[in-house]
């Protein structure tokens, strides 16, 4: 055991020598070069000549074969609430409970709701084609005449005898090319169980419609 000892102690001893004069004393692992991270892709917007060669015409014509409810979205503001109408509405998540509509880049009226930064959603039933009407013009006061109470959270407009509306605030929003996905997160909604007698309006290939009894 002590010559065991003694040959650690003489081990040790020209450990410390070696290092006090700068030999080295084993090879070192040579540690792995560092990795260069990967450049991020410049983001920009798409040119013309890169856009896909799609008839606009045709893409509408097409996707007007799907068939869709017909809602208005509304929110409070000065001097007076604003709204209009959207078909390319959608239930978003469950948990969180959220929405989303998409807003034209050019809307006048989607400003006035960001502003608000609260939004409800109107869903219509088969009678009110001419209520969406009025709110899918540019310029006029689509409120003239139209009763209306605030949706119990945000006092957005909660447009009377709609089957169903569902008050929201704005969660966030995504570009999404010539227009805007605004996403919201649902803080109160309900129904008229007399209204939601009459059906849902349905909008498709560019008319209104009704389900079959």
């Given at each position: 055991m002590g010559g065991m000892m003694g040959h650690a102690g003489m081990?040790?001893?020209?450990?410390?020598?070696?290092?006090?004069?700068?030999?080295?004393?084993?090879?070192?692992?040579?540690?792995?070069?560092?990795?260069?991270?990967?450049a991020r892709p410049s983001l920009r917007t798409v040119r013309d000549d890169e856009r896909a060669p799609l008839d606009t015409a045709e893409f509408r014509s097409v996707l007007g074969h799907f068939a869709s409810g017909v809602t208005i979205i509304t929110a409070?503001?000065?001097?007076?609430?604003a709204g209009f109408a959207c078909q390319s509405f959608a239930s978003l998540s469950l948990d969180p409970p959220l929405v989303a509509f998409m807003a034209g880049r050019t809307s006048t009226t989607w400003p006035r709701l960001a502003r608000a930064g609260v939004f409800c959603v109107n869903v219509l039933g088969a009678e009110q084609g001419g209520l969406c009407r009025a709110f899918a013009v540019s310029g006029a006061d689509k409120f003239a005449g139209v009763h209306h109470t605030p949706a119990p959270v945000t006092g957005s407009p909660r447009l009377a005898d709609v089957p169903a509306w569902i008050d929201c605030t704005i969660h966030a929003v995504h570009t999404g090319g010539d227009h805007l996905i605004v996403v919201g997160r649902v803080e109160a909604l309900g129904t008229d169980p007399t209204a939601a007698q009459q059906g849902p309006l349905l909008f498709h290939r560019g008319t209104f419609g009704r389900l079959a009894p």
């Open positions: 081990a040790a001893t020209a450990i410390r020598y070696l290092r006090s004069v700068g030999a080295p004393t084993a090879a070192a692992p040579t540690p792995p070069p560092a990795r260069t991270p990967a409070p503001g000065e001097p007076g609430p």
